[in-house]
């Protein structure tokens, strides 16, 4: 006879009592509360799965339910009556599992890697089928709100000379491909926050900042880069990332449930450092598009190289506006090779490649034909 003591509940209201469950070796048992006894057998409760030392209940159909701390008396019932049956197994199996720490450390590094392999390239692959999915003309003329809230939030109007902006834009259009949608250009003062940048937008828009076209040494620069930014809006990165991060944000609901504890931060971590390695394969991407652009318009590789690297100079220098100064032109005398120091854990928390490599790429390598498509 085993005896099992805890707290009885009604099902109907949150009072409870004082129990005793008493189970005989043939299945028969008895519940116990107060001056009253129930009668019946043990095959009509069902069991909750150990989890640790956390309370088990006993529950009958009615809702009636023994809750009980006396998991090792729960256990020797399950074991000796016979009722282990295939869902007792799997939560035998479980208490097992979670008390075992290699066991628990080789599952969590497991589930990482699975959640690794799965937003590298399940993810991307079902995000750009559904990006390509979606025709040109839905989402044309789609980037005025984003452009509202950019605005809000980091942008300036262009203090460019009007003349120089209609005259870069009006160089740049000249030379655009014909792409799934059609290229507006605009120019905006990015500031102390954005500084020297330029950006596509998914609905057609290419952003160019103040500071960006005062750093290029010259045009030819500036159309390397709008070739990069062509990469961009051809393959559709800004909307496949929309798409892909809402996946990323519904997958972890749905696996971690909240964002709280230690299993919420592995998981996340991993989604985070498995989405940074997808946009650096997004701007590598862009950089083969560029490199096809630019020997499609008569374009030297090394322009969009030079630009590179005067955009490593500013960051590492900060010359403001002034791109003569000795340090920043020293900076430009240097051979790239400027991460060699924390290059070998600060890659992996970047959004794009080393700039070492890039120009190392517009310099020496060929296009990739699978990836290029001017």
């Known amino acids: 006879m085993i005896e099992i003591r805890g707290n009885w509940f009604d099902g109907r209201s949150s009072r409870q009592t004082p129990a005793t469950l008493r189970v005989a070796g043939s299945g028969d048992c008895s519940l116990h509360v107060g001056d009253r006894v129930y009668r019946g057998r043990i095959r009509d409760w069902s069991v909750s799965p150990r989890l640790?030392?956390?309370p088990r209940r006993l529950t009958l159909a009615t809702g009636e339910a023994l809750e009980t701390t006396d998991n090792h008396a729960v256990d020797r019932m399950l074991a000796e009556v016979g009722e282990r049956s295939g869902g007792h197994r799997r939560h035998a199996v479980l208490h097992m599992l979670e008390n075992r720490w290699g066991t628990v450390v080789l599952m969590v590094a497991a589930t990482a890697l699975l959640a690794w392999l799965f937003v590298s390239y399940a993810m991307p692959a079902l995000s750009q089928?559904?990006?390509?999915?979606?025709?040109?003309?839905?989402?044309?003329g789609s980037d005025a709100q984003s452009l509202a809230m950019l605005d809000g939030l980091f942008f300036e109007d262009s203090r460019l000379d009007q003349a120089r902006q209609d005259g870069l834009r009006e160089r740049l259009l000249a030379a655009t491909p014909d792409l799934y949608l059609p290229v507006n250009i605009e120019f905006r003062r990015g500031g102390n926050v954005v500084g020297a940048n330029a950006l596509a937008l998914h609905g057609g828009t290419i952003l160019f900042t103040d500071e960006l076209v005062e750093l290029a040494g010259n045009d030819e620069q500036l159309q390397t880069i709008y070739g990069h930014e062509l990469g961009h809006l051809q393959h559709r990165h800004a909307l496949r990332r929309v798409i892909q991060n809402s996946l990323i944000n519904a997958v972890l609901i749905f696996v971690l449930g909240d964002a709280s504890g230690i299993p919420d931060l592995v998981g996340g971590e991993v989604f985070g450092l498995a989405d940074l390695a997808w946009t650096r394969e997004l701007e590598r991407e862009a950089d083969d598009y560029a490199l096809a652009y630019m020997r499609e318009h008569d374009l030297a590789p090394q322009h969009f190289a030079d630009a590179l690297?005067?955009?490593?100079?500013s960051h590492r220098t900060e010359p403001g506006d002034d791109y003569a100064s000795e340090e920043f032109l020293a900076c430009l005398d240097e051979e790239p090779g400027w991460e060699d120091d924390d290059f070998q854990w600060t890659f992996y928390l970047s959004t794009h490649p080393a700039t070492s490599e890039r120009i190392e790429r517009f310099t020496t390598s060929p296009t990739d034909p699978s990836r290029a498509r001017p």
């Not at 690297?309 to 100079?313: A, G, I, Q, S, V």
Request: hydrophobic share 35%; proline share 5%.
């Open 52 to 54: 640790g030392d956390t």
């Open 129 to 140: 089928g559904l990006a390509d999915a979606i025709p040109g003309e839905f989402i044309q």
């Open 309 to 313: 690297k005067r955009l490593e100079c």
